[in-house]
């Protein structure tokens, strides 16, 4: 008796089961979007699932900016927008009509280097290089965040700019990993740049 009670149930459930729904279209959408990168403006049109950090190297061939993990945990796509720095690859294209969005190419030019650029050369703060875009955007942005900083634009000398321990250094850069293991070098990139010698 028992056991046609539960073969009773257990018919009434599979019976209970909605119908499956049609598949959905699997057809990208498309939308148009304007970024404003390193002070230019550029129209796109990209499916809306693209990363900024795609749009970026696929659409707008800025391929300084690196992907690393594509999963937000190494830092390898940090840039800024509006000042504050991001994991390229954790946001969407469309989200950033408008933002002002810096990359490594819009922060100095091989004759015009911007102090942390420089900095990283005389300092080696980097081995294979891959990390080193957005290692420099980061530290460029922690200056900015703190107040110790200049305009990422500006490429003045600011050997006058107050100091900054090398363990707030060290807390603010964890977000980004460098494999090959440059940190002291890279620190000591940041501290040159916020005027406080090594």
């Not at 950090?53 to 707008?60: I, P, Q, V």
């Not at 800024?80 to 819009?106: F, K, P, W, Y």
């Not at 703060?125 to 965040?145: D, F, K, M, R």
Request: aromatic share 2%; with cysteine; hydrophobic share 35%.
């Amino acid at each position: 008796m028992a056991g046609s009670a539960t073969a009773g149930a257990q018919a009434l459930a599979k019976g209970s089961e909605p119908a499956p729904s049609p598949p959905r279209s699997l057809e990208p959408v498309h939308s148009r979007v304007r970024l404003r990168v390193n002070g230019t403006d550029h129209d796109l049109e990209v499916d809306t699932r693209t990363s900024l950090l795609d749009a970026l190297r696929e659409h707008l061939h800025l391929t300084g900016t690196k992907k690393g993990c594509d999963h937000g945990q190494c830092g390898a796509c940090t840039i800024m927008v509006d000042g504050q720095r991001i994991n390229s690859c954790l946001t969407l294209a469309v989200m950033h009509e408008g933002d002002a969005i810096t990359t490594i190419e819009g922060l100095g030019t091989p004759d015009k280097l911007h102090p942390m650029q420089a900095a990283f050369i005389s300092h080696d703060g980097y081995q294979c290089g891959y990390c080193t875009p957005g290692q420099i955007c980061s530290a460029v942005a922690v200056l900015e965040e703190i107040g110790q900083g200049i305009p990422s634009h500006v490429t003045a000398d600011i050997s006058a700019a107050p100091s900054l321990s090398a363990d707030e250094i060290r807390e603010r850069m964890s977000g980004n990993i460098c494999r090959c293991g440059a940190y002291s070098n890279i620190i000591e990139a940041i501290t040159e740049v916020a005027g406080r010698r090594a």
